[in-house]
């Protein structure tokens, strides 16, 4: 199930259209009553169409934002962006409903805070959002044909959410044993392969490659030579120097760089790019494997932020089924009958 959480459609305000958010709740037996002005109701939350019509107004906005057509009516990705408007309301309702099961509280200075937080990183400098700031975001609305009472509702949901995340992982944690399991079922990613520094010039033709060879043969300026001639964009400008590690280029140029003795020049050697000269300028460097010690607190976090995802995806779909029974469509706005979709990220 790919969620699309409110803090990411604030993102989408300031020019992305809504995304996708596919839920699998149908219309059960015993399910709430729908009124002529609701396109749904879950629990006891009635979507009206009012909110509806709002936000296919706004992800219109989003699309013209970004110089694009608005789907229109009848076309098979405009039914696709009103099943996502529809699945997102629902599932805005759901988390409502369930912060408030919780006993979570979502003040308005929560909210201020929130709405601070991305106006700064959005249109601030250096930390603060001053008049200039302000000016950049009441346009940006303006730009979506927003009200700001709409953005705050928007950012509200964001800080249900994260109060969500917060509660449902609290506690979350690893063993050192789990720790260990990971390097050493991991560990070839520790591993820093031989390397040494090098330096090259690739040419497009073997003519071009034999001539500099001579050149080079004959004491001429390898880095003079590099910058008139390489055609090697991330080391022409440095004489021709990089370091290499093995295995991490192609075939032909690893052999030879790794075969050179030191200050050692190759004769020309052809690979998919073309003609490379090659100078060993520093002995091999022997291969090295971090130990755990230094990447313990990296794989930690790694594997704690893993275990909230699991958790926070788990909480979702025990969510979403809680609410099937719970949730009626108007007709028309049902979502499909029969939904298959990837779990999305749950991260605040």
């Known amino acids: 199930m790919a969620l699309f959480f409110m803090k990411y459609r604030l993102i989408s305000l300031i020019g992305l259209a809504v995304a996708a958010a596919v839920l699998a709740a149908g219309c059960g037996s015993g399910s709430p009553s729908v009124t002529a002005d609701d396109v749904a109701v879950v629990g006891d939350t009635h979507i009206s169409k009012d909110q509806f019509d709002a936000l296919m107004a706004q992800a219109c906005k989003s699309y013209q934002a970004q110089k694009r057509e608005c789907p229109k009516a009848g076309t ?3 039914t696709a962006l009103r099943k996502q408007a529809i699945q997102f309301l629902v599932q805005r309702a759901e988390f409502d409903q369930k912060a408030d099961d919780l006993g979570l509280k979502i003040s308005d200075a929560d909210v201020d805070k929130q709405l601070e937080q ?7 400098k250096n930390g603060k959002c001053d008049a200039a700031c302000e000016a950049k975001f009441h346009k940006q609305l303006s730009d979506q044909g927003l009200s700001l009472d709409q953005v705050r509702k928007d950012v509200r949901a964001s800080v249900v959410q994260s109060k969500l995340y917060a509660k449902v992982t609290e506690g979350t944690n690893v063993t050192d044993k789990d720790i260990s399991d990971y ?7 520790y591993v820093q392969p031989e390397s040494r520094d090098v330096r090259h010039i690739l040419v497009k033709k073997k003519a ?5 060879y001579q050149q080079l043969q004959n004491g001429g300026n390898f880095a003079a030579l590099a910058k008139r001639y390489s055609t090697d964009p991330s080391s022409k400008d440095q004489g021709g120097k990089l370091t290499v590690s093995k295995g991490r280029q192609v075939p032909e140029f690893d052999k030879a760089a790794f075969a050179l003795k030191v200050h050692q020049l190759s004769q020309p050697v052809k690979t998919q790019y073309g003609w490379h000269i090659i100078e060993a ?12 010690s230094e990447v313990k607190s990296a794989i930690r976090q790694q594997l704690v932020g893993q275990k909230k995802q699991d ?8 969510t979403q089924k809680a609410f099937e029974k719970k949730t009626s469509y108007q007709i028309g706005y049902e979502p499909p009958a029969d939904t298959t979709g990837s779990t999305g990220s749950t991260t605040p």
């Open 76 to 78: 098979a990705e405009y």
């Open 118 to 124: 991305i106006k700064t990183q959005y249109f601030g």
């Open 183 to 189: 390097y050493k079922k991991n560990k070839q990613q």
């Open 208 to 212: 071009l490659a034999d001539q500099l």
């Open 281 to 292: 300028m520093t002995a091999i460097k022997k291969a090295t494997t971090t130990p755990l």
């Open 311 to 318: 958790a926070m995806n788990k909480w979702v779909n025990e």
